[in-house]
């Protein structure tokens, strides 16, 4: 037998997980002949792209590993003293491995479904607590995309509070010019679309009396370095109705004052330094603080506590959770994917060190400066800020600085310089005596000094050197469960504990419509914690990170090739972000065309309540579009009402396949009206699972889309970030892609500014993307899409005689995804989330309830899971149907039944008496599969509304709790 040498194992058959007797008898059950049979029935042709795509050849998993070492190493990491934001710091290795690189924690959804999502939602409740203790603040979010969005958010949450004559007159914000650069340039870019007038300026300058004024955004400590104590400031804007926001560092808030004290309104920043990786500038979790007061304005995810069925402490996300699906064009921001892993790493740091430990880790990196000052001051160099925390600008001309960049980088070490000339070095986690030595003698060698400095005997002599009136005084972190894991084994052990009550791709299939949840492969996740990609600091010389911009540019052409696009901008860090990013490309387009007054954007009443959500914040008027019986944007009114604005239209937003999972055969024609009618077509591209490699954006007509990388590209979900929602666009407005004002992202001059803190978005998660794409290839993906598409129908096949499928395709197919009805049980008291809590039992997490229909389950099982997984789940749905029917011909109790009492729970079951009108093993183990691997949700069913009347938003001891009750 002669062997083939080149057969080597593929990597597309790991991913696509149907083997080719599955696929066989899929298509048998389906009626087709084969797979391609079944894709003509169900993607137009007129849409087909005509060629395959032209991507390199794919590499197994082992060739990839290897191959990308060289690439890693194409990234210089040098010594960063930058800071701005960013900061080395040291994961603890018990958090690197149980959590960063262990899928039981990264593969997770958001947590909808709260019942088996406990553990994450308890360490999200602990960063709230570590953010509202160490800020002082009230109430604060489970995170934001990064520092500057969420300086952002508080520019449009004091735009919404303004109040009395201030509602009238004030638009104008005020941020200090010791802001972040990036920050600041994130906060013009929210305020321009919605009118809001930004004045950047030195703050001991500002009028605080200008009745136009509403809000104002300081840094502390500043981007220079500088501390300052702001109560008397904030006790004035106060007095004039103006609110006031902090941008802040939660390493420094364990050593000084809380904008708390200073009565701040808000405060964000970023729990980066807390433990996770630079990245060359994401992913990392940005924050907001608030009073509670404006609870009801605070954008993005809050989780609270409530209590389940038998009284139990219990966490689930509180009050504005689904938002924008609610609230849609007045929703108060577009957050939809957040960054939950990188709030869960930095609170596991809290929980790890805690209070005590954080203030160790503050006080020797505030020491470390202390030392640099000391020592530099011998040198007869001058400070600028005599206060500091951990930063320190250092007073050198221009010439200087050139010679001493020039010494710092030959010795791999990266400093911040300013334009004014002088130097800035900030300390870090990571900084120890020997390298402020080394600074020492950089600054020395570069200004031809010679002067005998022992720095190792000024360290002896260290003390802190805030003021005392910048001291912190008040305590934090006094929860104990900030105190009870310092041990390795408490840690592993809790740790654990958290992951065991969450249900993630390690147990079985997610089959969120929309949200494709698909395999998030080992091979792929390895490098994200290489150091190469980890160490970079986003802000360090292009040069350096040669291996990133390698990346960057493959990744670019790829996704160009993938969506037919001219560019790809790989900024915005979620798919919404991604909405804004494009919507701001296409309004630049106009305005540079002298067309500035269209602002009309043309909605869809099934879009993605992130659509209008994101319109609104770009400045656009959201009109609504119909759709017909069949779930398909009703063309007549559509050119109707583009006819209608046609001197103001802006823009469509449309998602395809639709959010009902069918190709609409009209999206030419609609395009086409559209553009007839001036505007531009913005795709949202979360349904792209459906589309790779048989039609794309380009070929319907969309002249920008956003990809969700933590859709179709295999980046895992995290629990509900990080995302990556790059746009691509077509020539014309590819001038417009956001830019960005610290390093040149090679956009050009026409860039619009920023809509992420860095360059390149969540730079580190990126290789995940490219290394699917190098293993797949173009076949591979394109057989991805098939196979998606195969298994859906598959599905449909299964569930359609037990469950109405709302939406089909004109030959009765779906796409990559398909809606199941479960309205028509409603008169037997059976509502559609009964059933999604049942499912918890049967050990699955529940497809996406009631979107885009209310009353129904949108299914989306993608490539990654095989027919025997396929069968499981459709097994425990048929056998849920045959629950329902026993409650609809009245044999079982219309309340006291399997599904109301769902999700049941070990404790509730294990129990020396059982009253319930039907068996323990019904409860439990309804179908033997189950028996045999069971998962145990560790709540029963929560009350939502109960949380919602008694907000807790921190961890508080449960005895507390009860009074709240009471
Ligand atoms: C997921 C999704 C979005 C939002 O993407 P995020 O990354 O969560 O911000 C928008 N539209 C649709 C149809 C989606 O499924």
Known sequence: ????????????????????????????????????????????????????????EPLTEYQFLRQFRT???????????????????ITPPVILRNILENPGWYTAYTPYQAEIAQG???????????????????????????????AGEVVHMFHGARKGAKKKVANKFFAADSVHPQTLDLIKTRCTPIGVELVIGDVSQLDLTDETLF?????????????????????????????????????????????????????VGSAQRFGVPMGYGGPHAGFLATRDAYKRQIPGRIIGVSKDRDGNEAYRMALQTREQHIKRERATSNICTAQVLLGVMASAYAVYHGPEGL???????????????????????????????????????????????????????????????????????????????????????????????????????????????????????????????????EMLRYLKRLENKDLSLVHSMISLGSCTMKLNATAEMIPVTWPEFGQMHPFAPKEQAQGYQEIFKDLEAWLCEIT??????????????????????????????????????????????????????AGMKVVIVKCDDMGNIDVADLKAKAEQYSNDLSSLMVTYPSTHGVFEESIIEICQIIHDNGGRVYMDGANMNAQVGLTSPATIGADVCHLNLHKTFCIPHGGGGPGVGPIGVVADLAPYLPGHSVIDNNVGAKASSAVSAAPWGSASILPISYAYIAMMGGEGLTNATKTA?????????RLKEHYPVLYVGTNGRNAHEMIVDCRQFKPAGIEVEDIAKRLMDYGYHAPTVSFPVPGT???????????????????????????????????????????????????????????????????????????ANKFWPTVRRIDSAFGDRNLICSCIPVSDYEEVEA
């Open 1 to 56: 037998m002669k062997i083939d040498l080149n057969n080597f194992e593929r990597f597309e058959a790991r991913h696509n997980a149907p083997n080719n007797t599955q696929i066989e008898e899929m298509l048998t059950a389906l009626g087709v002949a084969d797979i391609d049979e079944l894709i003509a029935q169900t993607v137009p042709e007129k849409i087909r792209l005509k060629k395959g795509l032209n991507l390199p």
């Open 71 to 89: 690439v890693a190493e194409k990234n210089k990491i040098y010594r960063s003293y930058i800071g701005m934001g960013y900061y080395n710091t």
């Open 120 to 150: 994450r939602l308890e360490m999200l409740l602990n960063f709230q607590t570590m953010v509202t203790d160490l800020t002082g603040m009230e109430l604060a979010n489970a995170s934001l995309l990064d520092e500057a969005t969420a």
């Open 215 to 267: 809000g104002v955004l300081v840094q502390y400590p500043d981007t220079n370095g500088a501390i300052s104590d702001y109560t008397d400031f904030i006790a004035t804007a106060h007095e004039n109705g103006v609110l006031v926001g902090m941008a802040s560092d939660l390493l420094a808030l364990t050593m000084l004052k809380e904008p708390g004290e200073m009565d701040a309104d808000a405060v």
């Open 359 to 489: 203030k160790t880790i503050a006080r020797r990196t505030h020491g470390m400066a202390n030392l640099l000052v000391t020592s530099v001051e011998q040198l007869g160099l001058e400070i600028v800020n005599k206060d500091y925390f951990d930063t320190v600008k250092i007073k050198t001309t221009p010439l200087q600085a050139k010679a001493i960049k020039l010494l710092a980088e030959e010795r791999l070490a990266n400093f911040r310089y300013f334009e004014d000339g002088c130097i800035g070095l900030s300390m870090n986690q990571t900084t120890d005596v020997s390298h402020i030595a080394d600074l020492v003698d950089i600054f020395q060698d570069a200004l031809g000094l010679n002067l005998a400095i022992d720095v190792e005997a000024l360290a002896q002599d260290i003390a802190v050197s805030v003021p005392s009136s910048l001291q912190r005084t008040t305590e934090f972190l006094t929860h104990p469960v900030f105190s009870q894991y310092h041990a390795e084994h």
């Open 564 to 617: 037919g696009f001219d560019a790809m901008s790989l900024q915005p860090n979620s798919g919404a972000n991604g909405e804004y990013a494009g919507l701001l490309t296409i309004r630049a387009y106009h305005e540079a065309n002298g067309q500035g007054h269209r602002h009309i954007s043309l909605i869809p009443s099934s879009a993605h309540g992130t659509n209008p959500a994101s319109a609104v914040m």
């Open 789 to 797: 598409i195969l298994n859906a129908n598959y599905m449909q096949y």
């Open 857 to 931: 389950l949108m299914i989306e099982p993608t490539e990654s899971e095989s027919k025997a997984e396929l069968d499981q789940f459709c097994d425990a749905m048929i056998e849920i149907r045959k629950e329902v029917q026993e409650v609809i011909d009245g044999k079982a109790d219309a309340v006291n039944n399997v599904l109301k009492n769902a999700p049941h729970t070990q404790g509730m079951t294990i129990t020396e008496e059982w009253d319930l009108p039907y068996s323990r093993q019904k409860a439990v183990y309804p179908l033997p599969y189950v028996q």
